[in-house]
């Protein structure tokens, strides 16, 4: 069992090894390494495979947004005709007050032939 504690202690002591003194007096400090900001980049594989994940998410991204903007379409356009359709009823009512309502019945009966003509 001392063995095998003196073969670890001996490992630890190799792997940090002095490099020798330091000319700053900064003994403390750890040794500074080159900067290398590529090293750990992975294969060409890998980067397609990566980049082919991105492009599907990217699609899904897109076709949830693309569903949600044509219901917000749909929510609005419905607020628009509904809106129409209030105004041409109060408008109808109002010409109702003043014409006798056989009149305005025959009125809107030629609106909606004029707009089946202009669609």
Do not use: C
């Amino acid at each position: 069992m001392s063995t095998e504690i003196e073969g670890t202690v001996e490992a630890t002591a190799a792997a940090t090894a002095p490099q020798g003194i330091r000319k700053n007096g900064k003994q403390w400090h750890e040794p500074k390494t080159a900067f290398r900001p590529k090293a750990g980049n992975g294969t060409y594989e890998k980067r397609q495979a990566e980049r082919v994940a991105m492009a599907a998410v990217k699609a899904k991204e897109k076709e949830m947004k693309d569903e949600k903007e044509a219901a917000r379409k749909v929510k609005i356009q419905a607020i628009k005709d509904k809106r129409v359709k209030k105004e041409e009823k109060a408008r109808f009512e109002k010409l109702a007050e003043t014409m006798h309502r056989k009149r305005v019945e025959r009125l809107k009966r030629k609106e909606k032939r004029n707009k089946m003509l202009k669609s």
